[in-house]
């Protein structure tokens, strides 16, 4: 990890792995979200994070090298609105951890829109017993 007054910003894959490594190492050690990764993630947390380094590699990178649709396979999960702020608030804990920068905000911005996204969403098809198109 940089220094504190060394930090860049997100510019290669090399650092989209960085955050992506960091965070989900964040997320498999906390009470809250632990459980319900693991239960649905299971022994293939190699794939998952390399479809996560693709994702967010097209997103910050606009290095297209991800597809599909990300909402649908959440739609099912146990989660709530503070599933979404502890996931948030260690997304920008990592972000500001590591890098810094026009990236760095943009990946905070889309972090955030997706999770508020996320939640409508879920909130939307459980309330109204509906299953998305895949």
Known sequence: MASDTMKSDILS??????????????????ELLKDIFDNVIQDRWE???????RFWQTVLLEEH????TPFTPHVKLP??????????A???????????GEKAEKAKWQGE?????????????????LTPLA
């Open 79 to 88: 989660v709530e609105k503070k599933h979404f702020d502890r996931w948030i």
């Open 90 to 100: 260690l997304f920008f804990e990592t972000v500001n951890e590591h890098f810094e």
């Open 113 to 129: 829109r997706m999770a508020e996204m996320f939640l409508i969403k879920i909130e939307y098809y459980r309330e109204n017993n």
């Open 47 to 53: 794939a998952h994070l390399d479809k996560m380094y």
């Open 13 to 30: 894959l090399k650092e989209v792995k960085i955050l992506v490594d960091s965070f989900y190492g964040k997320v498999r050690k906390d």
């Open 65 to 68: 090298t991800y597809s599909g």
